[in-house]
């Protein structure tokens, strides 16, 4: 490059450094006018269940639904990215952080409605009575509420960890049940555009996935202002507390007896059609494998463990080795249930 296209590039980048400054500077005018806290460098290892991950540039706790969409307007129209964190248990934040803005979503309210919003007249009809529920609130105290109030339909939910929002999210589900199954409709957000409530057929649930779920990998490029999911509306009716509490007691049992309790994310792979990801990753001679401070878990070869002081680096080390030797063995690709989050660049 010449020096003077060397200097016409520095001048550039300098502009862009002054116009992200005083972004960053009318965002955190505008959010303490809002009444939302806004901390710098935020290590977000405290807020995610593998307890691992590095900073957020910016890092805003809200407990109003009403606050989270404003906030997320607010950055999307400065230009700043942002990045909504439910449970954090579902998702691989990588050493180096997260630009931009990570909103922790603390809403918490919840409500059962008569009525409440009806699909259109071709969808399958829903049932009188939903259950409202702010999109912070965690779905395993949800279930576990209603349950003790006697209201079937969110029973296989007890043991999931997470907020309403990430489940809606990634179609979270567990013993047989599943959030397809479960939600009448969501009520979204797309800053710049408004909101609308979606049914669960509008959001295109399979396996693990909705037609919401953000897909970035490290070094992809994540949308800049992802929709995010506000509140949700399930279908519930009327249920036998005894039947439905041992039906959830044999599920917390079931868990504790299968999976590891050192903090990780979940599963890590998908199952393939037919088969599971632990069964072939065990096959493979990988289960109890250590790299750093993350290890395969002895107990359960789809779970990856932070054993203390692991890096998100080790975690995606063990994940490559997995895949490759399963893809060597077996010829089949494990496909990623955790999300990858944050910045690659280190
Ligand atoms: C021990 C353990 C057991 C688990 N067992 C199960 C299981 O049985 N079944 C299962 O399905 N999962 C399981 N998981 C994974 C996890 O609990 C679920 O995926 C959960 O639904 C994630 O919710 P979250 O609030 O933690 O999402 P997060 O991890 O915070 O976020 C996940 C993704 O959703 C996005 N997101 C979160 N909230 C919103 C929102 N309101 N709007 C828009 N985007 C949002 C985030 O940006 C991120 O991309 C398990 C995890 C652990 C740690």
Same mark, same amino acid.
């Given at each position: 490059m010449s020096a003077v296209g060397a200097e016409e590039q520095g001048s550039k980048g300098a502009e862009e450094q002054r116009s992200a400054l005083a972004a960053k500077d009318e965002f955190l005018t505008a959010t303490a006018k809002l009444g939302v806290a806004v901390t710098a460098n935020e290590p977000l290892a405290r807020h995610t269940t593998f307890r691992i991950g590095g900073p957020a540039d910016l890092y805003a706790a809200v407990n109003h639904v009403g606050k989270l969409a404003q906030l997320a307007e607010l950055a999307s129209v400065l230009g700043i990215p942002y990045t909504v964190l439910g449970g954090g248990s579902n998702v691989l934040i990588s050493d180096a952080g997260v630009r931009g803005l990570v909103i922790a979503n603390q809403t918490r309210d919840w409500r059962l409605e008569v009525g409440g919003w009806r699909p259109t007249a071709s969808e399958s009809p829903i049932s009188n009575l939903q259950l409202l529920v702010d999109s912070g609130v965690m779905l395993a105290g949800l279930a576990r509420w209603a349950i003790r109030e006697g209201w079937?339909?969110? !029973?296989?939910?007890?043991s999931v960890p997470g907020t309403v929002g990430g489940a809606v999210i990634g179609n979270a589900g567990a013993h047989g049940g599943c959030i397809a199954d479960s939600l009448a409709c969501a009520l979204v957000t797309y800053p710049g555009q408004g909101r609308r409530w979606l049914s669960a057929t509008e959001l295109g649930y399979s396996y693990r996935n909705s037609a919401l779920r953000n897909k970035p990998g490290f070094s992809e490029t994540l949308s800049s202002c992802p929709p995010i999911v506000l509140s949700a509306a399930f279908n519930v009716a009327r249920g036998d507390v005894a039947e439905m509490t041992a039906r959830a007691d044999g599920f917390l049992a079931h868990r504790r007896a299968s999976q %590891?309790? !050192? %903090?990780s994310a979940g599963s890590v792979f998908r199952n393939p059609p037919g088969d599971h990801a632990g069964r072939l990753i065990e096959a493979v001679g990988l289960k109890g494998h250590r790299l750093g401070g993350a290890q395969i878990s002895p107990r359960h070869a789809n779970f990856i463990v932070n054993t203390g002081d692991a890096r998100s680096a080790d975690v995606l080390e063990l994940i490559h080795l997995a895949q490759s030797r399963v893809h060597e063995q077996f010829g089949i690709e494990l496909a990623l249930e955790i999300l990858l989050l944050g910045d690659s660049s280190s």
């Open positions: 079937t339909g969110l !029973e296989w939910a007890v %590891p309790v !050192e %903090p």
